[in-house]
């Protein structure tokens, strides 16, 4: 059974730096593509970045570019987003996903950025 | 980037009814188009890829069908856990992008 399990997330103030992680399993993950998404209190579903199975590609929404950097410990199973420079804008529910058509979500983690 | 615009934003029907959500992409995408639904308080769920794919254990009511920039999602006939938000994404291209959702309400 596949599992995605995502931790990290809490309250930060605004400039603040916060990692999250996402624990897999039940499924050859050094082979999949991974994703996060965050959904805004209220709002739609937005992209924010993806990694390849190797690690060696990354992508990034404009949003969170140069700010939010994506990793992965193949040898761990698990998927991380160090996110700095937080702003409010940021607050969010962020999911983990497998794959870049997202055929499996985790159950999120609520970042939260305020004074 | 490519935008993915949803028609309705939501949509009253009843149970039984056949409801059909349609999603259009800026520019063509081929069939690199998924579905997602989302309860209340809970993660997308992943319904159809590849735009007519169904994702394993989603029931056949769910189908889907489209290529190039017009895509539709129906649903053949309602049933009261159907009652969601559904959402189309494009992975044709970085960056992802998303619908803007169709909320599918009681009537």
């Known amino acids: 059974e596949v599992q995605l399990l995502e931790s990290g997330g809490g309250l930060v103030q605004p400039g603040g730096s916060l990692r999250l992680s996402c624990a897999a399993s039940?499924?050859?993950?050094?082979?999949?593509?991974m994703s996060w998404v965050r959904q805004s209190p209220g709002k739609g579903l937005a992209w924010v970045s993806t990694?390849?199975?190797?690690?060696?590609?990354?992508y990034y929404a404009d949003s969170v570019k140069g700010r939010f950097t994506i990793s992965r410990d193949n040898s761990k199973n698990t998927l991380y987003l160090q996110m700095s420079s937080l702003s409010t804008e940021d607050t969010a529910l962020y999911y983990c996903?497998?794959?870049?058509?997202?055929?499996?979500w985790g159950q999120g983690t609520l970042v939260t950025v305020s004074s | 980037d490519i935008q993915m615009t949803q028609s309705p934003s939501s949509l009253s029907a009843s149970v039984g009814d056949r409801v059909t959500i349609t999603c259009r992409a800026s520019?063509?995408?081929?069939?690199?188009l998924a579905w997602f639904q989302q309860k209340p308080g809970k993660a997308p769920k992943s319904l159809i890829y590849?735009?007519?794919s169904l994702q394993s254990g989603v029931p056949s009511k769910f189908s889907g069908s489209g290529s190039g920039t017009d895509f539709t999602l129906t649903i053949s006939s309602l049933q009261p856990e159907d009652f969601a938000t559904y959402y189309c994404?494009?992975?044709?291209?970085?960056?992802?992008?998303f619908g803007g959702g169709t909320k599918v309400e009681i009537k």
């Open positions: 996903a497998r794959d870049s058509r997202l055929g499996f």
């Open positions: 039940g499924f050859t993950f050094s082979s999949s593509a």
């Open positions: 990694v390849s199975g190797s690690g060696s590609s990354t």
């Open positions: 520019q063509g995408i081929s069939n690199s």
């Open positions: 590849a735009a007519s």
């Open positions: 994404q494009q992975y044709n291209s970085y960056p992802l992008t």
